[in-house]
């Protein structure tokens, strides 16, 4: 039987289960669950610009924003969401070279849930906190 383009399509959004060991998926999922990823998108998305946009920061920017992320693991995870496509790198050929990054279309889709995240990381730590205190008095 032959299958259309659509079918074809279909059947590969079937075949992304990420609760299967070889799905792809699993690769972004472990992605997004990092820390840094999770404040970059977070970051990215917080500064609004005069048309009440992200607006595009600059990796000095991120850095001083990003409380205890080194140069080198800034780099790298801007390189590894610029490859899947959620943050856009873009070079200004002036004396220094200004590079800025931003949020593309599919990271702008993915920030409402990191930037929930957050919210809910912090909102939530007491509780947390808590519950850490009561189990460990209970297995002592």
């Not at 800034?74 to 590079?99: N, S, W």
């Not at 599919?106 to 906190?129: C, I, N, P, Y």
């Amino acid at each position: 039987m032959t299958t259309t383009a659509a079918q074809k399509r279909e059947q590969a959004k079937i075949e992304y289960d990420a609760f299967l060991a070889g799905c792809p998926s699993r690769q972004l999922l472990d992605r997004l669950s990092n820390k840094w990823v999770t404040l970059i998108l977070a970051a990215l998305g917080s500064g609004p610009d005069c048309a009440g946009a992200p607006a595009p920061m600059r990796f000095s920017e991120l850095a001083r924003l990003i409380a205890g992320v080194s140069q080198k693991m800034l780099t790298q995870t801007l390189r590894t969401l610029e490859r899947d496509g959620l943050v856009a790198r873009t070079v200004v050929p002036t004396v220094p070279v200004t590079v800025s990054y931003e949020l593309t279309e599919l990271g702008l889709s993915l920030h409402e849930t990191m930037r929930a995240l957050k919210l809910w990381a912090q909102a939530r730590m007491d509780d947390v906190f808590a519950s850490r205190a009561a189990y460990d008095e209970a297995v002592r």
